[in-house]
């Protein structure tokens, strides 16, 4: 059995997504969490195009991208300044 270039990139961006989730779970800054949550979405949608399936790729990037504003939105309102 024969990898191609595409069989690589898909297990390099696998590891990548493997990283991201530990990461999420292991840092205790919110902000953090949510920056890598980004990575993370991004990762997915380059494997779901890497898949040829557009449209998950897609509505992921777009899941993503919301999710992480709301968050941060979230953070931003919730969190005590320090002044």
């Not at 990139?9 to 696998?14: G, K, T």
């Not at 990548?16 to 990762?43: E, W």
């Not at 993503?64 to 709301?70: D, Q």
Request: aromatic share 12%; glycine share 2%; hydrophobic share 60%.
């Amino acid at each position: 059995m024969y990898f191609t270039a595409t069989d690589y990139w898909i297990m390099v961006l696998l590891l990548i997504l493997m990283a991201a989730s530990l990461a999420m779970y292991f840092i205790k800054d919110l902000i953090h969490a949510v920056i890598v949550y980004g990575a993370y979405s991004l990762t997915m949608a380059l494997i779901w195009l890497q898949m040829n399936t557009p449209d998950l790729a897609i509505t992921e990037a777009a899941a993503g991208i919301c999710m992480t504003v709301l968050m941060m939105v979230v953070i931003f309102r919730t969190s005590r300044r320090e002044e």
